[in-house]
């Protein structure tokens, strides 16, 4: 089962417009959740987060906002930039401690592509 | 810090064959993470280790596939007798502890094509 789940593949924006992807979660026991961006031939590099005890978290230009009661998650990027054409991964994972701490769960990604 | 390497980048190989693949992770990292993608997913959890001991195996990880780290530093990864369902990208990670506010760093990746 998709626990954590990006249901646009593509994502298009110009120069200087906001992008905005989104993520949605169905497991409860998920309490932090983070972004991730991936260029072609690299590995993911960790872009921003959030703990569930907040709403809103920015850094710079990327915000990410957390809807716990609809289990949904966003990510803002304003202005977006060329550089910024990626794919984008969200992730979740549970800060309840045990073994499955620190395992991450990822959603299918959303290709972002920022035109000039 | 020269980040988290992995070798081979690429592996081509026949099905029923064994392969093995090897990640580094940054200096004094004491967690390092499996992962696999495949085409159109993100990656998928495969297991992890604490220092050398195995701390979790996703059940994805079929009796073929082994991981150690024998001395708590570089990770070995080996696949008996592929299959082509096992063709992938395979990641490997790193963090500085265990909380999930630990950043994990992502090596580049092992691509396994089976043929």
């Known amino acids: 089962d998709q626990q954590v789940k990006q249901n646009s593949p593509s994502l298009s924006v110009q120069e200087g417009r906001i992008s905005i992807l989104n993520c949605d979660y169905t497991?409860?026991?998920?309490?932090?959740f983070l972004w991730y961006k991936k260029y072609p031939a690299e590995g993911p590099t960790f872009l921003i987060s959030i703990s569930s005890i907040k709403d809103k978290n920015e850094d710079g230009r990327f915000t990410v906002f957390l809807n716990k009661s609809a289990k949904h998650l966003s990510l803002h990027i304003v202005p977006s930039q060329p550089g910024d054409s990626a794919v984008y991964f969200c992730?979740?994972?549970?800060?309840?401690?045990?073994?499955?701490?620190?395992?991450?769960?990822f959603g299918q990604g959303t290709i972002l592509t920022v035109h000039p | 810090d020269t980040g988290v390497s992995q070798n081979p980048r690429h592996k081509i190989t026949k099905r029923g064959q064994n392969v093995t693949f090897r990640c580094d992770p940054i200096s004094e990292h004491n967690r390092l993470y499996w992962y696999r993608q495949t085409l159109g997913q993100g990656p998928e959890f495969l297991t992890y280790?604490?220092?050398?001991?195995?701390?979790?195996k996703s059940r994805l990880l079929s009796d073929r596939f082994s991981a150690e780290r024998p001395k708590g530093s570089f990770s070995t990864l080996e696949i008996q007798r592929t299959e082509q369902g096992d063709s992938a990208m395979y990641l490997c990670?790193?963090?500085?502890?265990?909380?999930?506010?630990?950043?994990?760093?992502f090596g580049p990746g092992t691509r396994l094509t089976v043929l």
């Open positions: 990670a790193s963090s500085s502890g265990g909380r999930v506010t630990d950043t994990q760093y």
């Open positions: 280790f604490q220092n050398e001991a195995q701390l979790e």
């Open positions: 497991n409860s026991m998920f309490d932090y």
């Open positions: 992730a979740a994972a549970t800060n309840a401690g045990g073994t499955s701490y620190g395992k991450l769960t």
